[in-house]
């Protein structure tokens, strides 16, 4: 993949993205963009291998060259959006499974098919206080065959069968992109109508994870602020943030 042939599939909607860079490899893509103060809004970066890319909870990671996508939004937003900043993790988990349909989410922004983790999402921010930006960034696994997967419950799409050519979804990632953070920058109420009918983890028992406590109950909304709603044996609780697995029947 290279920048040319990225902005030809693009077409017109390559028009959205002030900056729109193609490297060979980096440490990470959303460092990389945080680090450039002046970086135009909608500043987009995407490495064919990335060697030292980040999870939430400071996990890290490493791609394999050219069998992951690596790439990262930044944003300027203004200060009146600081408040909705919970929904945009939403928002950017949203755009992947508008590309991969046979996907869906567990929330906040876990990207599976079949219980199995094909994208993670990083969404950093900073100067939130006076000019603020953030970055959002997606790891798509591509062709990762199983001996190549990260972890054991994670998959590609060339293992589930579905095309994986990465120009397609790195032109379809940046589009829908786009669209999903113009609605989160509009409130529009789309966004979450959308979300909570590709969230799986709604209607679901779940056990949360936060800070070291350990919430179990039944998963039953997400609130307009992106938080997720929880029925638990002592009342429904909202949390922010936490890590969520969804709980099966025991057989």
Request: hydrophobic share 45%; proline share 5%; charged share 25%.
């Amino acid at each position: 993949m290279d920048e040319a042939t990225l902005r030809a599939r693009l077409g017109a909607a390559a028009g959205a993205y002030a900056r729109l860079r193609v490297v060979p490899h980096t440490g990470s893509t959303n460092a990389d963009l945080l680090a450039e103060e002046g970086a135009p809004d909608r500043s987009a970066l995407i490495a064919r291998h990335q060697t030292a890319g980040r999870g939430r909870l400071n996990r890290r990671w490493e791609s394999a060259p050219d069998k992951q996508l690596a790439l990262s939004v930044l944003y300027r937003l203004g200060i009146r959006l600081v408040d909705r900043m919970g929904l945009l993790p939403l928002a950017v988990g949203l755009a992947v499974v508008d590309v991969v349909p046979q996907a869906e989410l567990k929330w906040p922004n876990d990207v599976l098919i079949g219980g199995r983790k094909l994208c993670g999402i990083l969404v950093e921010a900073a100067d939130l206080s006076t000019r603020p930006r953030v970055v959002v960034g997606c790891g798509v696994n591509l062709a990762l065959d199983r001996e190549e997967l990260p972890v054991a419950h994670a998959t590609s799409l060339a293992l589930e069968g579905i095309d994986h050519d990465p120009v397609r979804v790195a032109a379809g990632l940046l589009e829908a992109l786009e669209n999903r953070v113009q609605q989160w920058t509009c409130g529009a109420p789309t966004l979450l109508k959308d979300y909570r009918e590709r969230c799986a983890t709604l209607g679901q028992e779940v056990r949360l994870e936060r800070w070291g406590d350990i919430v179990e109950g039944r998963a039953v909304d997400v609130s307009a602020t992106g938080s997720l709603l929880v029925d638990t044996p002592g009342g429904r609780e909202e949390f922010s943030a936490g890590d969520v697995t969804h709980l099966r029947p025991a057989t």
